[in-house]
């Protein structure tokens, strides 16, 4: 059995989990509401505030699918009570960021800012000019943002400059040799 797939999760208090025909699952709390459609072969039962996710069989494809819908269902869980976080730091002598219509405006060392427009259910916020919080209920969502907002200028290995992670570590460069 699946080691994710078997652990209990746990809702907690103010979240409501209801489970509707067709393994379409709701989850209500104090962030907001989540809703998806999970794989009708998986038994997923919601008893005295715990979900638990059980499968028929051992076929490859259903063993699959069973930890990942468990991790699902604990991600829409945690998203409701606690939501999801990603900070971002800009490195470099310019770089900044600034908040723009619920989007962000970004000066990153090219000849025009670089523009991101706002995302639904997604909160940014500028601290400092060069750090960057994004907030939201989804985590697929907050991370694509975050890789998003990231890529328009990835830190390069040499000066370090560029758009990182705030926990991300870059591997320097020696630089050329004379």
């Not at 039962?45 to 059980?54: C, L, P, Q, S």
């Not at 990942?68 to 976080?85: D, I």
């Amino acid at each position: 059995m699946s080691r994710v797939g078997k652990k209990i999760i746990v809702v907690p208090a103010g979240v409501e989990v209801t489970l509707t025909a067709g393994n379409v699952v709701t989850v209500k709390g104090p962030k907001g509401t989540l809703t998806k459609k999970f794989n009708e072969e998986l038994t997923i039962n919601v008893e005295n505030n715990e979900i638990t996710v059980a499968r028929p069989n051992d076929l490859p494809a259903v063993r699959a699918i069973h930890g990942t819908t468990r991790a699902l269902l604990n991600n829409m869980v945690v998203g409701v009570s606690e939501g999801f976080k990603k900070t971002l730091t800009l490195v470099g002598v310019g770089y900044r960021a600034t908040e723009k219509n619920a989007g962000l405006e970004m000066a990153l060392g090219y000849s025009h800012p670089v523009v991101i427009n706002a995302v639904e259910g997604i909160k940014m916020t500028v601290e400092k000019n060069t750090t960057i919080h994004i907030e939201g209920i989804e985590k697929d969502v907050v991370g694509q943002v975050a890789a998003d907002i990231r890529s328009k200028r990835a830190p390069e290995p040499y000066k370090g400059k560029g758009v990182k992670y705030s926990d991300e570590v870059i591997r320097r460069k020696e630089g050329k040799k004379s």
